[in-house]
Nanobody, 124 residues
Framework: QVQLVDSGGRLVQAGASLRLSCSASRRTFSRYAMGWFRQAPGKEREFVAAISWRDDTTAYADSVKGRFTMSRDNAKNTVYLQMNSLKPDDTAVYYC?????????????????WGQGTKVTVSS
């Protein structure tokens, strides 16, 4: 059973920074690529960022490149999504995800497992 626990979402103003966290079991953390997806109201869920489990290679959606950074702490079995220069368009429920081996693969084919989601609201 793969369990992902994501957290950190809240209401912030445009231009602010926010860090999301996602914790997983050691087995999950050392086996799968980890990533973040988001779903805005009335829109489909979309890829945001991912990190490979083997070499920490990352992949990002064009809409967040240069603003968001994904990282992992192997000692804590936790991945982070540092979000800077937030915009109202970043408002969404953000879902932690796990699956496959590489960030690139996750960005194309999607994950196998999902967290429960954490809501980020960016006010203008």
């Amino acid at each position: 059973q793969v369990q992902l626990v994501d957290s950190g979402g809240r209401l912030v103003q445009a231009g602010a920074s926010l860090r999301l966290s996602c914790s997983a079991s050691r087995r999950t953390f050392s086996r799968y690529a980890m990533g973040w997806f988001r779903q805005a109201p009335g829109k489909e869920r979309e890829f945001v960022a991912a990190i490979s489990w083997r070499d920490d290679t990352t992949a990002y959606a064009d809409s967040v490149k240069g603003r968001f950074t994904m990282s992992r702490d192997n000692a804590k079995n936790t991945v982070y999504l540092q979000m800077n220069s937030l915009k109202p368009d970043d408002t969404a429920v953000y879902y932690c995800a796990a699956g496959g081996a590489t960030a690139q693969a996750m960005s194309v084919t999607g994950p196998d497992y999902w967290g429960q989601g954490t809501k980020v609201t960016v006010s203008s």
